[in-house]
């Protein structure tokens, strides 16, 4: 079978979107979790707080989650715009 | 189905050398967002009984009950004024992301959830971070407020510039992002959702005939004789359903898919349009919220 550019670049598009968010996707898995662990010894600490903690832990979760969003829009434009 | 994913509806208006992209779908899908809302604002305040006295109506405890929400919630701790200056604007902020996110749950053809679309968001973004240096200049006064730019060293301004482009992205990119992806894993999650479970069927009828024989011997253990009865020929109907479903796959297969696929489909919807779409809501407004407080202290 013989494969002309165009695959082969459509192929390479595949594979460069599963990396980029592949690997994109780590750091705020990660990051979520040790905040998600912090968050709740601290709610089991002092169950009063819990309130707040919640608050701030999504606040705290949206930031961490901002790198593997701009993968994620990354991923999106290699496969559709670029 | 990637073609569907990618390219929307773009209508390109000519304005003098330049061209428009117009997303009329977007387009649509925002302003019946916000006329809805209109809407229910107005149906709320007719229930608003007009003596301040009289015992407060069901749709003044609910307006009420949201407003506080709001204020305890998402502005969280700030100034008493401020509060007060910001709570119709976080609140309608709120309320239109949340709509938006969940608007395509509605079984409308074409509709789209406004906030897929990164102009929506960006616009929203914008929005917020006009109303930073609004809220700055009005609350510090504009000296103060330029010279925040100069904090901690003037030779920062360049950082805090970039700092203040890479938040009102983010700002937008995260909503986006978000609506867009799990608008993607449901249509990519649901038909091999929803074929995978048809494939391994037979496995699911095993599993649920197992149970039923486990219930039915305790029932027998207890000496529960007429529940016994009365469950067994439920679970007798249930074997040949199953052998039936098994040897005539063909006349089964049109039910079970349509079972299946609603049973995914409630799942998966929930998941990712309730649950996500209720939680990029409150992230979006408590981040609004937040930067604006930034900005005023």
């Keep these: 079978m013989q494969i002309t550019g165009a695959e082969f670049v459509q192929a390479m598009k595949y594979l460069a979107a599963g990396i980029c968010m592949g690997i994109g996707a ?57 | 189905m990637s073609s569907e994913i990618g390219r929307d509806l773009v209508w390109r208006v000519p304005v003098g050398p330049w061209a428009i992209a117009l997303n009329p779908l977007t387009l649509a899908a925002a302003l019946g967002v916000a006329l809805g809302l209109v809407l229910l604002g107005l149906w709320l305040r007719r229930g608003i009984p007009a003596d301040p006295e009289a015992p407060p109506s069901r749709r003044l405890v609910l307006l009420t009950a949201f407003l506080e929400f709001v204020e305890r919630q998402i502005l969280g701790a700030m100034e008493e004024g401020i509060k007060r200056a910001l709570l119709p604007f976080v609140a309608t902020l709120f309320l239109f992301v949340l709509a938006s996110n969940l608007a395509p749950l509605l079984p409308l053809p074409g509709l789209v959830a406004p906030t897929r679309d990164l102009n929506v968001t960006l616009g929203l973004a914008l929005l917020v971070y006009a109303l930073c240096h609004l809220y700055g200049i009005r609350v510090k006064g504009l ?127 929930f998941f990712f349009g309730v649950f996500s779409g209720t939680i990029q809501a409150l992230v979006f407004t408590l981040l609004a919220a937040a930067y604006i407080q930034m900005a005023v202290e």
Excluded: C
């Design chain 2, 143 to 269: 000296w103060r407020h330029g010279k925040s730019y100069l904090e901690p060293l003037p030779v920062m301004l360049p950082m805090n510039l970039v700092g203040d482009l890479g938040r009102t992205l983010s700002h937008a990119f995260r909503l986006f992002g978000n609506i867009l992806g799990g608008s993607i894993m449901l249509a990519v999650i649901f038909p091999v959702l929803v074929d995978l479970v048809l494939r391994f069927r037979w496995i699911l009828g095993v599993l649920l005939l197992l149970v039923g024989a486990l219930a039915l011997r305790a029932l027998a253990r207890r000496g529960k004789a007429r529940a016994f009865r009365v469950l067994g020929l439920l679970w007798l109907g249930a074997l040949a359903l199953f052998v039936v479903h098994i040897w005539v796959p063909l006349v089964w297969a049109a039910p079970a898919a349509f079972l299946v696929g609603t049973g995914a489909g409630v799942i998966l919807n």
């Design chain 1, 26 to 82: 780590i750091g705020p898995a990660l990051g979520e979790g040790r905040i998600g662990a912090s968050a709740l010894e601290g709610m089991a600490r002092q169950p009063e707080m819990a309130n707040t903690l919640l608050r701030n832990m999504i606040i705290a979760d949206a930031i961490a989650e901002t790198t593997g969003i701009y993968s994620l829009i990354v991923a999106i434009m290699i496969l559709f715009v670029v």
